[in-house]
């Protein structure tokens, strides 16, 4: 879940093409399942859950604005983890972007319910989505942005080989910064 009590600074971490993955298995009880139409409605719970959004309308609304162009691949590249009652319970997505006309790979949108969190579900959604992409795209590089506020995934995203960059500009136009970041987050250890 977002600590919104920490400073907000966004910045970008890639794992980097040949960086091995590593493959972090599921708990008993839950297992990986790829995205069916009407799964918005799962998607826009956990990004709400997570404090992503105010709430789950404008989830909703952010997630046809952001697939709408693409909705076939979500079929392929948007992923959850369901437990033994069928619920939905962590999301995450193997996405690209084309960046100065160059397509880029993305890890894009990683969540885990709150009440889900701690139980190894985030490192199993990400080492997962990180092989799909590769599946998908080739041994590349793959890029996710995150901010301070979700300072306890980057440690995570950390375990499955990614690492922060200074690149500023690397996905429509949304800017970070790197430098006030990792003093945030320099503060926070």
């Known amino acids: 879940m977002l600590d919104k009590s920490v400073p907000y600074a966004g910045f970008f971490m890639v794992r980097k093409a040949g960086t091995p993955i590593p493959e972090f298995k599921l708990p008993d009880g839950y297992e990986f399942v790829l995205y069916q139409d009407g799964d918005e409605v799962f998607w826009a719970e956990i990004e709400t859950a997570v404090l992503e959004f105010d709430n789950e309308f404008a989830a909703l609304m952010c997630f046809t604005e952001s697939f709408k162009s693409d909705y076939p691949d979500l079929r392929k590249r948007l992923l959850f983890i369901e437990n033994t009652k069928g619920e939905k319970v962590a999301t995450g997505n193997a996405w690209f972007s084309y960046v100065r006309g160059e397509r880029r790979a993305w890890l894009h949108w990683i969540a885990v319910l709150p009440d889900y969190q701690g139980l190894g579900l985030g490192k199993a959604i990400i080492s997962k989505v990180t092989q799909l992409m590769a599946d998908l795209e080739g041994d590349v590089d793959i890029f996710l942005k995150t901010q301070t506020w979700s300072y306890k995934a980057v440690e995570v995203y950390k375990s499955c080989g990614y690492v922060t960059t200074d690149e500023k500009d690397l996905y429509k136009n949304r800017r ?11 503060k926070i250890k």
């Open 176 to 186: 970070c910064n790197y430098k006030k970041a990792m003093k945030i987050l320099g």
